[in-house]
């Protein structure tokens, strides 16, 4: 689900970024507590969204809160898989990586 993004830069950032704002009821409170400029947010959810093909998030209007499409909740489950997935890794399973990217950078 999340594969086409994984290859770009800062992909892991955003979407860590993307399921933390949608804790929020809009993305101006998200930046406010983050700290994230609000045209830095946007850029990158707009990246995430054509990365993944589709639009993620519902904008909050007036009265209204943020809200995920279908498939902002499919990605939000799969980078929280992911981040499951990945702190599950035993600590040998990322040294034996390193040294095979070394390894092959070498060759």
């Known amino acids: 689900m999340i594969r086409p ?4 830069t800062y992909a892991l950032r955003r979407l ?3 399921v ?9 409170e998200a930046c406010r507590t983050h700290g994230i400029n609000p045209a830095t947010l946007t850029v990158q959810l ?7 093909g589709g ?3 519902i904008r909050a209007g007036r009265g ?15 980078a929280e898989n992911l981040g ?11 040294d034996c990586s390193a040294v095979r ?5 070498q060759k």
């Open 84 to 94: 499951h997935t990945l702190a599950g890794q035993p600590r040998e399973t990322w």
């Open 64 to 78: 209204r809160k943020l809200a995920l499409t279908g498939l902002g909740r499919e990605v939000v489950q799969a």
């Open 20 to 28: 933390q704002v949608v804790e929020y009821p809009t993305l101006t």
């Open 46 to 52: 707009k990246r995430l969204e054509t990365d993944l």
């Open 55 to 57: 639009p993620l998030l």
């Open 5 to 8: 993004t994984l290859g770009n």
């Open 101 to 105: 990217r070394r390894q092959a950078r």
């Open 16 to 18: 860590r970024v993307f």
